[in-house]
């Protein structure tokens, strides 16, 4: 999946300069295929479908979504990541994948990248902060792995884990939450065809700052749900714990989906302002995404519910 030549169409359009300059740092190394399981940062990607869950509106700047960021291992500023997770080491990268399945098994980059097809998904995603972003992502549904391992019945929910390696995240020490980073999502949430096991964006893997080489997005659910740089995948019976309902119980809960109606209860969640708009628009109820999922939570009253 990953090609050696340049890429056919639409690069000249969307694509930006450094793209470019990537690809011919790419070119120069041509024995990547020799080393199964290397994650290669900044590697055009190819044989990518588009996909219909995309959104048409207009795509974030490259330079915003990737200079703006929450990654909170590498520091609380939003232009900290893109600098202190320059170095990080992301190959090889392995990711266990245990808990109440019937084939535990622990998959490389490379295993990764050839579980199924690669799709770009244009994804709105909504921080709890107020902003939010138009990302062309690249991935495949969470389900087709989850497949691969046969969850048991007792598997309820899915746990997530990010890296975390103090010696090369030590601006972790002042973020103020506890490491590593953890996540969860219901089974039915994981496997829902929106929930993007993803490895790349703008036409590319994944930049470090941006959860090289594997993250979750989650759309219909608050950024911080959107874990980065993944290591482990648990199945389990109970509802696993999450680092921000962790860190702050009263304002942050289990579901976290985006909801204009329940307040964060130091601000509003009605609004939010694109990166690199000016005015800002109402956020929508699942951040746009009701039509596929509202269905997942019917019954439950969603004040209680956060
Ligand atoms: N491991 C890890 N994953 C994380 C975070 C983090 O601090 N650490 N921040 C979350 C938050 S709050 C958001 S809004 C999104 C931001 O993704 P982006 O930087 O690609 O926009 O990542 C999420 N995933
Ligand atoms: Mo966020």
Redesign the pocket.
């Known amino acids: 999946m990953l090609i050696r030549k340049p890429p056919q169409i639409r690069a000249s359009e969307i694509t930006p300069k450094h793209v470019y300059l990537n690809r011919r740092k790419f070119l120069a190394v041509p024995a990547l295929a020799a080393f199964p399981g290397l994650a290669p940062a900044g590697v055009r990607l190819a044989d990518v479908r588009k996909s219909p869950f995309s959104t048409d509106e207009k795509i974030t700047p490259y330079q915003h979504?990737t200079h703006y960021?929450?990654?909170?291992?590498f520091g609380t500023g939003k232009e900290q990541?893109a600098e202190l997770a320059k170095n990080l080491r992301i190959s090889p990268w392995a990711i266990s994948v245990e808990g109440h399945v019937a084939r535990p098994r622990v998959f490389d980059f490379d295993d990764i990248m050839k579980l199924a097809p690669l799709e770009e998904r244009i994804y709105r995603?909504r921080?709890?902060e107020g902003w939010s972003?138009v990302i062309p992502w690249i991935g495949y549904p969470l389900n087709a792995l989850i497949r691969q391992v046969e969850p048991t019945s007792k598997a309820k929910y899915v746990a997530f884990e990010?890296l975390y390696d103090s010696k090369q995240m030590p601006a972790a020490r002042w973020a103020g939450i506890p490491f590593p980073?953890v996540e969860g999502l219901r089974m039915d949430e994981a496997m829902h065809p929106l929930t993007l096991l993803c490895v790349g964006m703008y036409g590319e893997t994944l930049p470090n700052?941006?959860?090289a080489p594997v993250r979750l997005v989650v759309p219909w659910k608050y950024?911080?749900k959107?874990?980065?740089?993944i290591v482990k995948i648990k199945f389990t019976e109970k509802q696993p714990p999450t680092t921000w309902s962790r860190a702050n119980p009263q304002e942050y809960g289990f579901y976290s989906n985006v909801n204009p109606q329940v307040d964060h209860p130091r601000w509003s969640q009605a609004k939010e302002r694109r990166l690199g708009e000016f005015f800002k628009r109402n956020t929508l109820m699942f951040n746009g995404y009701g039509d596929q999922v509202a269905q997942l939570y019917a019954g439950m009253d969603l004040r209680k519910y956060y």
């Open positions: 979504a960021n929450n990654f909170y291992e990541p995603l921080c709890v972003m990010s980073y700052q941006s959860g950024g911080f959107s874990i980065k740089s």
